[in-house]
């Protein structure tokens, strides 16, 4: 009768496999949330440029409507011989330019450029790597 493995050595050879995936799942946990806390980090630095965007376009819609109306408006009545319509041209354009910068700065601060793509996309990958791992 051949001595085969020794059950005492079978049973500790599976504990070691297990704390070892115990510590590489606590590694990879570990990782995820680092990927995460960058990626959100970055996505919120985005989201503060884009507020500051939207500052700022609101800031010259009421700099361009206050400093320069009054100089326009007056110089394009003697073109177009009509205040009224001189200053119907000259807010026209000026609204066209602040909604312009107000809908560009909207997409920049959709809730979608928030969300943590490559950290999902990353986790995914992960747990089909571990799951082949364990299935193989």
Do not use: H, Y
Request: a positive charge; charged letters at 15%.
């Amino acid at each position: 009768m051949s001595q085969g493995s020794d059950p005492r050595q079978a049973a500790s050879s599976i504990q070691s496999l297990i704390g070892d995936a115990l510590r590489e799942t606590n590694d990879l946990a570990r990782k995820e949330i680092a990927l995460f806390r960058a990626e959100m980090a970055g996505n919120v630095r985005q989201l503060v440029l884009g507020l500051a965007c939207m500052i700022g376009a609101a800031v010259f819609a009421v700099v361009a409507l206050l400093v320069l109306i009054d100089a326009f408006v007056k110089w394009l009545a003697t073109v177009v011989g009509s205040e009224w319509l001189a200053a119907l041209i000259v807010g026209g354009t000026l609204v066209v330019l602040a909604v312009g910068m107000a809908l560009w700065a909207r997409s920049v601060l959709s809730l979608s450029t928030l969300a943590p793509t490559r950290t999902t996309r990353q986790v995914r990958q992960d747990a089909q790597a571990l799951s082949e791992r364990v299935s193989g």
